[in-house]
T-cell receptor, first 112, second 110 residues
Framework: NAGVTQTPKFQVLKTGQSMTLQCAQD?????MSWYRQDPGMGLRLIHY???????DQGEVPNGYNVSRSTTEDFPLRLLSAAPSQTSVYFC???????????FGQGTRLTVV | DQQVKQNSPSLSVQEGRISILNCDYT??????FLWYKKYPAEGPTFLIS?????DKNEDGRFTVFLNKSAKHLSLHIVPSQPGDSAVYFC?????????FGTGTRLQVFP
């Protein structure tokens, strides 16, 4: 029972570097989303997708890109990392936007 | 602008007593509300939800109350147990966007 799998679990980047955070789910969920968690800010929605080929912006999309070529995968790309992107990132999936979402274990990203 | 607010960053309750966690929202278009629980170094896990057409939903020790006119929901945990110690997030759904609050850290002490 894999559920939602995020890789890597930890990552340190230098300012200006790019990277992709991977997210995969095996529950055949149509809806997937990315959040970042920062102290005192809760979980903020970065981008979300309601199905393969469809993505949309959340509350804090700047500096991030997403694509959804398959139902299973929803990678998050940081184009040019900045210290302000230091955070814990969570990927989630659900059957619909207003149903129980299943979260991955998170990726702790530090940008120096 | 925070659409979902949890104004109490922390709450401390004695084991066996009631824990009440509060959440306020500003967007009247939200039609579904959820509570999640999060332990350190883990992803959030779903706890309980409520549709905007209801004002109460129970699941075992957990009850969620919704007051639409006040744009307020609350989570009651009775009786509280030490294993309930975690961060609790409320979340609200508008079309396909699930928006979370800032979280309340609950500590249940013996």
């Amino acid at each position: 029972n894999a559920g939602v799998t995020q890789t890597p679990k930890f990552q340190v980047l230098k300012t200006g570097q790019s990277m992709t955070l991977q997210c995969a789910q095996d529950m055949n969920h149509e809806y997937m989303s990315w959040y970042r968690q920062d102290p005192g800010m809760g979980l903020r929605l970065i981008h979300y997708s309601v199905g393969a080929g469809i993505t949309d912006q959340g509350e804090v999309p700047n500096g991030y890109n997403v694509s959804r070529s398959t139902t299973e995968d929803f990678p998050l790309r940081l184009l040019s990392a900045a210290p302000s992107q230091t955070s814990v990132y969570f990927c989630a999936s659900s059957t619909q936007g207003n149903t129980e979402a299943f979260f991955g274990q998170g990726t702790r990203l530090t940008v120096v | 602008d925070q659409q979902v607010k949890q104004n109490s960053p922390s709450l401390s309750v004695q084991e066996g007593r009631i824990s009440i966690l509060n959440c306020d929202y500003t967007n009247s278009m939200f039609d579904y509300f959820l509570w999640y629980k999060k332990y350190p170094a883990e992803g959030p896990t779903f706890l309980i939800s409520i549709s905007s057409i209801k004002d109460k939903n129970e699941d075992g020790r957990f009850t969620v109350f919704l007051n639409k006119s006040a744009k307020h929901l609350s989570l009651h945990i009775v009786p509280s147990q030490p294993g309930d110690s975690a961060v609790y997030f409320c979340a609200a759904c508008n079309t396909d966007k699930l928006i979370f609050g800032t979280g309340t850290r609950l500590q249940v002490f013996p």
